[in-house]
């Protein structure tokens, strides 16, 4: 059988020839020469093999290309083709197969290629992607891609490091849903949940719960009466208040909470003493080796007074213990915290005492509204005061106070913080402000005190037995004092530095070191401003005894500025007093002292029984006298003054109120530029220096001097 494989028209007869000839015979016949000639074509093409054709009936004989000639075409099946089995005459019908199939009169339709059948993209256009509508591109077909992913041209392994161009974050990589894969900054407080810390909840009326260690009891509104003092033993018991109209109010002369176990928390409740005042009456608070408590944003009203004297909340033993941020409301007539080890080795360390606000403190007797004591066997270091606001209402309210015991260098008292704190007098106090004695290693800094005009009984900042202490930045306002303004007696080792002294009384100190049980020794006092208002000194170095030293003290860079007053006493900018004849090598030098032109008044004094002071590079100006020197072996050296003199023409004889050795001046004719004037050292004394004046002419001359 004939094999028909798709190939297009390739072979038609010539003209001319005698099958062209007959072409009229071929159609009358039911086919046509073109029909013919494009079979024949497809069966040459594709190689079929040999097909003998005879001419078709009523075509005549005749030979024909392709080795054609005359026969018998034998009868045959509708659908078939004319097909020479053999080389013959005999045409026989038939069936075309393989890759094609034929109607006719001329259709045929090809389903395969090779006996394969076509493919579907065989008649759709794949060259149009979107025609693509199943199946997976082989990856070796992939090009290489560019941009926030990148791959290799015949690999579909991509890697992705960008997203719209911007590098992914760690988190991209890591998964942050992991909260322990969170290895770094701060979660921000809006991201965080409500909180539920509570595990119990009582009601308002008596207080007294079981307390369970690790538990947390949430007051809301109301009053919850404490009648007797609750002891609590068990750890990490926390009190929260969720408004402060959750009040705590004892009841009777008793102590509040007894706190002995560690962890314990108090929040924002408000904590009613009641007034309470009779015998037995103790601390709201009472923290005993409770380490760790947090006592923090509460209110205590109608604190009362301890009796025995204690405190609002007492401190008597525990590590890192802090109060922060609590208001002592209405007034407070007792020590609002008092630290106070009271027996055997206890010890206080690591205290925080911060941002509380005591702004009615009037005690009826002389208390301190912060009290840190160190009883002697006991440890109290390491406490900080720090931001605490107190307003002192009557005469007996004070300042925030460390009492030590009187010592030289005291070593159980070490690295105390009092900063930042603000203390303020409405009325004149019996005593001191600051009371702060006894420890070594510590800051006093940026502390405000004020005596509000209404002066003050001792020193507004009243140091003593301080070592190595940086007393820096206190702003110590004393316009109505009678006392002086800093006090430090028996210290040494210590710095006082940058601090604003403004206003002090007839006879007091700006800065007094005094040396009374202890030393007074090696203590720089520099850079300070001190601004006297009345007769008054602005720094003082005092020995009051002969069993101490007072030596080596440096007072240097300052600036005291005198009232010019004529009063009684005599104002002195700064003296050097020796009553013993224990004080010597204080170093004074590059001051700025000036406003001292009052009667009597000495911008540098130095005592009789000082030994080996040295005054150096001064600028002393409008001093009655700019040096007074009593003392011993004393070095005075460039103390510099500036004068000036008048003179029509001649020599004149002028004395400037300072000691000098030697003189130097500019001198200018104020009428003739032309002519000039001269300047000469005659002598000095302790107190004075004298020079003459030469000017030339007739014109008046001012001569500046520059003695020294």
């Not at 005042?277 to 409770?290: K, Q, V, W, Y």
């Not at 009362?304 to 208001?327: E, F, H, M």
């Not at 700025?592 to 911008?603: A, L, P, R, W």
Request: aromatic content about 6%.
């Amino acid at each position: 059988m004939p094999v028909l494989f798709c190939h297009p028209r390739a072979w038609l007869p010539r003209e001319g020839s005698r099958d062209s000839s007959r072409a009229g015979q071929g159609r009358r016949a039911g086919m046509t020469k073109g029909g013919v000639a494009a079979l024949v074509a497809v069966l040459l093409v594709l190689n079929i093999p040999r097909l003998g054709f005879a001419a078709p009936m009523g075509w005549g004989g005749g030979g024909g290309g392709g080795g054609g000639g005359s026969g018998t075409v034998n009868s045959g099946t509708s659908g078939q083709m004319a097909y020479y089995g053999a080389s013959g005459t005999a045409v026989s019908g038939s069936t075309i197969g393989g890759d094609c199939t034929f109607t006719g009169p001329r259709t045929f339709i090809c389903t395969k290629t090779s006996g394969t059948a076509f493919a579907a993209s065989a008649t759709t256009d794949t060259t149009n992607a979107g025609n693509i509508a199943s199946g997976t591109l082989p990856a070796g077909r992939m090009p290489a891609l560019t941009g926030d992913c990148t791959t290799s041209a015949g690999a579909v392994a991509t890697t992705c490091t960008k997203t719209n161009g911007s590098a992914f974050a760690a988190s991209a990589t890591t998964d942050t849903t992991n909260a322990a894969n969170i290895g770094s900054g701060t979660l921000p407080a809006a991201r965080l949940p409500a909180l539920n810390l509570c595990t119990d909840y009582p009601a308002p009326g008596s207080f007294a719960p079981t307390w369970t260690a690790g538990h947390t009891y949430c007051l809301g509104a109301g009053t919850y009466t404490i009648g007797s003092a609750q002891a609590v033993n068990v750890a990490n018991v926390g009190i929260h208040c969720t408004t402060k109209a959750a009040i705590l109010q004892r009841t009777g002369t008793t102590d509040g909470l007894d706190v002995t176990a560690a962890g314990f928390d108090i929040e924002g409740c408000t904590l009613d003493g009641n007034s309470q005042s009779g015998s037995g009456t103790g601390p709201l608070i009472n923290l005993n080796g409770a380490n760790d408590a947090v006592v923090r944003n509460n209110y205590f009203q109608n604190t009362g007074t301890t009796n025995a004297q204690k405190g609002t909340i007492w401190v008597q033993a525990g590590l890192r213990d802090k109060i922060l941020d609590n208001s002592f409301t209405g007034s407070q007539t007792d020590t609002a915290v008092w630290v106070n080890s009271q027996s055997g080795s206890n010890s206080v360390q690591d205290l925080t005492v911060a941002g509380n606000k005591i702004p009615g403190f009037a005690p009826v007797t002389s208390l301190y509204p912060i009290d840190v004591n160190q009883n002697t066997g006991n440890v109290t270091s390491h406490t900080t005061v720090d931001d605490n606001l107190v307003i002192n209402t009557n005469t007996h309210g004070h300042c925030p106070a460390w009492h030590g015991p009187a010592a030289v260098q005291n070593t159980n008292m070490l690295g105390n913080d009092v900063s930042r704190n603000q203390c303020y007098f409405t009325a004149e106090p019996a005593g001191d402000g600051f009371h702060l004695f006894g420890f070594s290693y510590g800051v006093v800094a940026d502390n405000i005190v004020d005596d509000g005009g209404n002066g003050a009984g001792a020193a507004l900042l009243n140091l003593g037995d301080i070592y190595n202490t940086t007393v820096t930045g206190n702003e110590v306002d004393g316009p109505g004092s009678l006392e002086n303004l800093i006090s430090c007696v028996d210290c040494s080792y210590n710095t006082f530095s940058a601090n604003t002294l403004d206003g002090l009384g007839n006879g007091d100190v700006g800065i007094l070191i005094e040396s009374n049980s202890g030393p007074a020794s090696n203590n720089a006092i520099t850079g300070n401003h001190i601004r006297e208002t009345h007769n008054s000194t602005g720094i003082q170095i005092q020995s009051d005894t002969g069993s101490f030293a007072t030596s080596n003290n440096n007072v240097t860079a300052n600036v005291i500025v005198g009232a010019n007053s004529n009063s009684s006493p005599a104002s002195l900018g700064i003296a050097i007093v020796d009553t013993t004849g224990t004080l010597s090598n204080t170093q004074i030098a590059n001051n700025v002292i000036s406003g001292f032109g009052g009667t009597s008044n000495v911008c540098i004094s130095v005592g009789s029984g000082a030994a080996n002071t040295y005054t150096g590079h001064n600028n002393v100006q409008g001093c009655t006298a700019s040096m007074s020197d009593a003392g011993t072996s004393s070095t005075d050296d460039l103390l510099d003054g500036v004068a000036s003199v008048t003179l029509v023409s001649g020599t004149k004889t002028t004395t400037f109120p300072i000691p000098c050795i030697g003189v130097a001046g500019v001198c200018q004719d104020t009428t003739t530029a032309s002519n000039k004037c001269t300047i000469g050292f005659i002598s000095s004394t302790s107190t004075t220096c004298t020079a003459t004046v030469t000017g030339t002419g007739t014109d008046n001359c001012t001569c500046t001097a520059q003695v020294h």
